[in-house]
């Protein structure tokens, strides 16, 4: 058998299940093997059949084959020979390149610094880089910008010493007296791409697993059907328990190295809080790890997290959600190397989750995650997924196109929905509700205007100085609240008592409230800076006059 034809007919059985199957897959894996693949195409598409199998194994002797073939493929001749034409694959012995933010940056840097670079001919603003280069020198190496002797370029060289380019600009920025955010939005200025060269410490996707994990083997077949989404989700998962920040950390630089060679970058991975991470067990080999974000990067109101799906301990895929207001916006995604196969079942189950955490019972979906100036969310057809799911969309006009796209899809076979039809459908959220119709929630309240009614308040009162805006409203809501000390909290609930001080001076109807209603939201707010964002969540949900009177603020209620 030519490895042309055996890596056909490993694609074909790719979704079968059964022990001839478990023979044949075997069989076809040896001859692969040994096999030299001709074309850059056709040893990604073995590198894709290996991953899908490494999570859904049929058996230790398929797993066994697959494991040895994932830890050996940096090395076969023929990756080797398509090297140049696999970069930005994210697979064993290929660079990566890819504009990284600083979070990610500096985690690349402590990692794999001698194969990090900086790819210049994308660099967007070279002047800006040559410019900072004094901000990342002493002073008394600075008369050189008095007649300048060197380029940018040639003084980097003589900066960074036995450091590469990137190393030492990710360095001395990390160095500069800019603190938090601030410090990212300076990196992020210099526009730079990185090339992360292949090595024994570079990150992979090809070797990803969570080590010494349980094998489960897959012996039937695969969940390809639309489950029932609400009773999906009214059975919670098997467990879910807090863990340690030494195996969070473990978990969390799988997640990045997940990111990373699949070119992106997750806020909630590069922001993550360790004191905040938990590990859902669903069963059949199905976790979801889920971690919150550190305080200085939280957002206001909403609580976010971020999940990695593993499968047998491979990473399968990600999420991003929110939740507040018994509600939560889910933005789901599979890897690629493993679309096509249980993903509506696992994203029933990670709803599942969603539910059991924060009690949700309505859940919507961004018009960006649907296709909205998204392609690939357009291309892949994501608008359908959830429709089929049993989400809806709430605006009007929209639902009565969707209707009439439905009626057409079970009236003519084969019919698909047009590129135009598609954009119009994707311009507003889709909802799924389980309770009775509310919508007070997440994609429902226009929480911008919040922010518009503080903007217009700090102006009329306190115009551009808002550093006296936060020093006085923060007393007055302590004052307002009954508080005392707060200045002593520690630096999370600091903060945030600061950060929601215009909403406590904005907040319609708070003096009406009773002590304890008062006292109550003091704990909200510390909470929100507090060690775990989810007892935001649980705290806000239960003070219903809070919620009422936000979004009343949000439809312009002072």
């Not at 790719?14 to 069989?27: E, F, I, V, W």
């Not at 940018?152 to 380019?165: A, F, P, V, Y």
């Amino acid at each position: 058998m030519t490895a042309g034809r055996a890596l056909a007919a490993l694609t074909a059985i790719r979704s079968a299940y059964g022990s001839p199957d478990a023979r044949a897959r075997l069989t076809l894996l040896r001859v692969l093997e040994r096999a030299a693949l001709r074309t850059a195409a056709e040893v990604t598409e073995l590198h894709e059949r290996l991953c899908f199998l490494h999570a859904y194994p049929d058996d230790d002797a398929v797993f066994e084959q697959v494991s040895r073939m994932l830890r050996e493929f940096g090395a076969r001749p023929d990756l080797r020979r398509h090297r140049r034409r696999l970069v930005g694959t994210g697979i064993a012995g290929t660079d990566i390149v890819y504009p990284f933010g600083f979070s990610t940056a500096k985690w690349l840097a402590a990692r794999c610094a001698d194969q990090l670079g900086v790819e210049w001919a994308d660099v967007a603003r070279p002047d800006t880089l040559a410019g900072r280069l004094q901000l990342f020198s002493l002073w008394s190496e600075r008369p050189v910008f008095d007649e300048p002797p060197l380029d940018g370029r040639e003084w980097l060289d003589r900066l960074r010493g036995r450091d590469t380019d990137a190393a030492f600009i990710i360095r001395r920025s990390a160095a500069l007296p800019v603190g938090g955010m601030a410090n990212d939005h300076f990196y992020d200025e210099l526009g730079l791409t990185l090339r992360v060269a292949a090595g024994p410490a570079s990150p992979d996707r090809t070797r990803a697993r969570v080590p010494g994990h349980r094998l489960v083997a897959q012996r039937t077949p695969l969940r390809l059907t639309r489950p029932d989404i609400v009773a999906e989700i009214a059975r919670p998962p098997a467990r879910i328990r807090r863990i340690g920040e030494r195996r969070a950390r473990g978990l969390l630089d799988l997640a990045r190295e997940s990111m990373v060679t699949r070119a992106r970058d997750l806020y909630t991975f590069t922001a993550a809080n360790l004191k905040d991470a938990c590990l859902v067990e669903c069963g059949d080999g199905l976790e979801f790890f889920c971690i919150g974000v550190e305080p200085e990067q939280r957002l206001l109101l909403d609580a976010v997290y971020g999940i990695l799906t593993l499968r047998n301990g491979v990473p399968i895929g990600y999420a991003l959600f929110s939740a507040l207001w018994r509600s939560s916006e889910v933005a789901y995604n599979v890897f690629e190397s493993f679309r096509g196969g249980e993903s509506a079942w696992i994203y029933g189950r990670m709803l599942a989750t969603i539910s059991a955490m924060f009690g949700a019972d309505t859940f919507t979906i961004d018009p960006y995650q649907l296709g909205h100036h998204n392609d690939e969310g357009l291309d892949s057809g994501a608008w359908w997924f959830y429709y089929k799911l049993g989400f809806r969309p709430w605006d009007s006009a929209i639902a009565r196109l969707a209707a009439q796209e439905d009626a057409k899809v079970a009236a003519r076979k084969g019919y698909r929905t047009g590129p135009g039809t598609l954009r119009k459908l994707v311009r507003a959220n889709l909802f799924l509700q389980l309770g009775p119709t509310r919508r007070d929630v997440i994609g429902a309240i226009p929480t911008g205007a919040i922010g518009l009614a503080v903007t217009d308040y700090l102006n009329d009162r306190f115009g551009a100085d808002r550093e006296r805006a936060t020093a006085e409203l923060a007393a007055e809501a302590a004052a307002r609240l009954g508080v005392d000390g707060w200045r002593g909290w520690p630096a999370g609930e600091r903060l945030f008592w600061e950060r929601w001080a215009p909403l406590v001076a904005l907040m319609p109807g708070l003096d009406r409230w009773s002590p304890a209603e008062r006292h109550d939201l003091a704990a909200i707010i510390r909470a929100k800076g507090g060690r775990r964002e989810s007892e935001f969540v649980t705290r806000f949900d239960a003070h219903p006059r809070l919620g009422a009177a936000l979004v009343s603020l949000a439809h312009g209620k002072r």
